[in-house]
């Protein structure tokens, strides 16, 4: 067993665990921070796979931006920890059921009917240079440079969006 | 040398997590981290196959679906805000009209 594999198991492990900590906290702010986590992880993926890039903007925007957004929100409304309902009892048993039948044909289908002969190789460190990042920015801005518009447009759209919907009510009062 | 394949095993369960996270909490902040969890597995897959075909395509389009999280959590999270303030209440049993 190569060094490689045996970080990716434990960080799987990791993964695997802050992502079952977020799903079963009963405190909100127990499973942003798990969440927070997971993030960090799937960051140092990333990294393995020779994506650095991805792997900072994975940890700014996820992990700092995003989830900080979470936080404020969660201590904002109070919402730590609802009252349970049983307006749907049924629901909770059957979504497990799915759940788990989902990933027992996932990992079935990805472990006997994929090629598993493709590897991924470990990043050497030529793929940490400027050098990889220019390359990147140069595909970025060329063959994407319509997608990467189009995204801006959206930032913007969801910026007025927010702004609009938090504004009618306070125009309201 | 790691398989390409455990990383897209390992994304299909933290896939499913965030599923089951969507179908069983009741917490809507709660549903939106799985559905974050869920866009953050895909990502995963795209970096690894990515690494495995030698190519920025994959990696460009993380960069894209990071940036339509960070929109779709500023718009969701003003939404339930909102609710809130009608609402007084932000469990999901509860919405279940459309008039606030």
Known sequence: ?173 | MVPVNYYVVLSAILFVIGALGVLSRRNPLIIFMSIELMLNAANLAFVAFASVYETFSGQIFVFFVIAVAAAEVAVGLALIVEIFKTKKNINIDEMNSLKG
């Open chain 1, 1 to 173: 067993m190569s060094s490689e594999l045996i970080v990716f198991l434990v960080l799987s492990l990791v993964a695997i665990a802050t992502a079952l900590g977020m799903l079963f906290s009963q405190n909100a702010v127990y499973s942003a921070l798990f969440l927070v986590l997971n993030f960090v992880t799937v960051a140092i993926f990333y990294l393995l796979l020779g994506a650095p890039f991805i792997a900072m903007a994975q940890i700014t925007v996820y992990a700092g931006a995003i989830m900080v957004l979470f936080l404020f929100v969660i201590m904002l409304l109070g919402a730590e920890s609802l009252a349970p309902t049983n307006t749907l009892p049924w629901q909770k048993p059957l979504a497990r059921l799915l759940s788990v039948i989902l990933a027992v044909e996932a990992i079935y289908i990805l472990l006997t009917k994929a090629n598993s002969n493709m590897m991924v190789t470990s990043p050497d460190a030529s793929l940490n240079t400027m050098e990889s990042l220019r390359e990147m920015a140069v595909t970025l801005f060329s063959s994407f440079l319509l997608p990467f518009e189009v995204t801006s447009i959206l930032l913007l759209v969801a910026m007025m969006g927010a702004i609009i919907l938090t504004r009618q009510e306070r125009e309201a009062k």
